[in-house]
């Protein structure tokens, strides 16, 4: 008897529905052409907004600091392996975002649940978007504190949620993605900073795929609103516009250390080898120096957005570079990335429980260094994997 043998039906189970995820291998460096399972594609699926994982500053600062301080840091930060580069990078991350201070998790993931389940207990409140990421919806159940929902964007029903923890004792978390990874809308950070004010809750913004997209230089979400010194908690991420990897959170002197004391990956998980951190620092030089990539990045996505629905797709409520095509169940979104597949594009087919059953889609995520070339070879591919699956005349 094997007693792991209903994983084995679960996968069978997924693959009669066709929503079985296959993974797709990279042979090539993530770029906007780039060899996937032996092909060449237009690479629409990755988080590499302004192509830094293949700049040549980051490459030479990543190259030199392995040379001089090696591949590992050899232990957990709080033991022995906080290393000077760790130090610069949150300095430099402090003064970027114009914050007392800053702390770098692993990655993002593990910032947020790391946040959140060091600073609230089983007596708080978290007021939460439905849409949040998954990485806060972790954090928030091993906090233990209550949790309370809010229908997408929904203030009105967030106040109503605010309101009545409020009155319950303990501390209130209101939180949000800053920019919501599936639709690529933006959260309406202006009400939601003035609802926390109104009712004494905690701010805290997640803002993994604006950081380096949107505000000046991509300095995020709190930049792009000037809602400068109103929120308490910014996550940020260092995997996707960046380029390499972890997850950083900015706020208070006393957040930072206090996450320092408590924030359980910090504490029990190894600090990044000194290349990522060398990567990431000059990847904020670059934010600083080459303005023109964010500017490049908003004219592609303009673009490619406008184009996807002239020619009849609907792209959903996308205001970022992140744009879904929507198509319905999901066993059509991952036929759809199939065929578009075959026509030589790499787009991810998105079904339930990333996204509500329904609500499949194929999620483009243009970058900085698509040329108008590949963008319009990739619009051909989407026409004609569009007409062959009946989601555009024919
Ligand atoms: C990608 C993502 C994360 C996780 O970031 P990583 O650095 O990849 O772990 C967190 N929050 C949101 C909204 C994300 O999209």
Redesign the pocket.
């Known amino acids: 008897m094997n007693p792991l043998a209903y994983l084995g039906e679960q996968l069978d189970a997924w693959r009669a529905e066709g929503t079985l995820q296959r993974l797709r291998v990279l042979e090539s460096e993530c770029a906007p052409l780039a060899r996937f399972d032996g092909r060449d594609v237009i690479n629409l699926a990755s988080n590499n907004y302004l192509g830094l994982t293949t700049h040549p500053l980051l490459l030479e600062a990543a190259l030199e600091a392995t040379r001089r301080y090696g591949v590992g840091s050899g232990a957990v930060r709080t033991i022995s392996g906080t290393m000077s580069l760790h130090v610069e990078l949150e300095e430099k991350i402090a003064r970027f975002k114009n914050v007392e201070g800053c702390v770098v998790f692993q990655?993002?993931?593990t910032a947020?649940a790391g946040t959140v389940s060091a600073i609230l207990g089983p007596e708080d409140h978290i007021v939460s978007d439905a849409l949040n990421?998954a990485?806060i919806i972790d954090g928030c159940r091993l906090s233990r504190a209550k949790i309370h929902v809010y229908a997408h964007k929904d203030v009105a029903q967030a106040e109503e949620k605010l309101a009545a923890a409020s009155q319950a004792g303990g501390r209130v978390l209101l939180i949000s993605?800053g920019v919501f990874?599936m639709d690529g809308d933006i959260g309406p950070l202006p009400k939601l900073v003035e609802l926390a004010e109104r009712y004494g809750a905690i701010m805290m913004v997640?803002d993994?795929?604006a950081s380096g997209v949107l505000g000046r230089n991509g300095r995020g979400t709190v930049d792009h609103f000037g809602l400068h010194g109103r929120v308490q908690i910014q996550v940020g991420?260092l995997?996707?516009a960046i380029g390499a990897l972890?997850?950083y959170v900015c706020g208070s002197r006393d957040l930072i250390e206090f996450l320092h004391q408590r924030g359980r990956p910090f504490l029990f998980s190894t600090s990044h080898p000194p290349a990522v951190a060398a990567t990431c620092i000059a990847a904020f030089d670059v934010l600083e120096q080459e303005p023109q990539r964010i500017g490049q990045l908003w004219e592609n996505t303009r673009y490619f957005k406008e184009q996807l629905t002239k020619e009849g797709f609907d792209t959903g409520v996308s205001e970022t570079p992140i744009t879904p095509v929507m198509v319905g169940e999901a066993a059509a979104a991952h036929a759809f990335s199939a065929a578009l597949f075959e026509e030589g594009v790499l787009a991810t087919g998105i079904g339930f429980p990333t996204v509500p059953k329904g609500k499949a889609r194929v999620r483009t995520i243009v970058t900085a260094t698509h040329t108008r070339e590949h963008l319009d070879r990739a619009l051909e591919a989407f026409r004609r994997a569009g007409r062959k699956l009946g989601l555009l005349a024919a």
């Open positions: 990655s993002g993931f947020n990421h990485s993605d990874s997640d993994a795929h991420t995997s996707k972890g997850g």
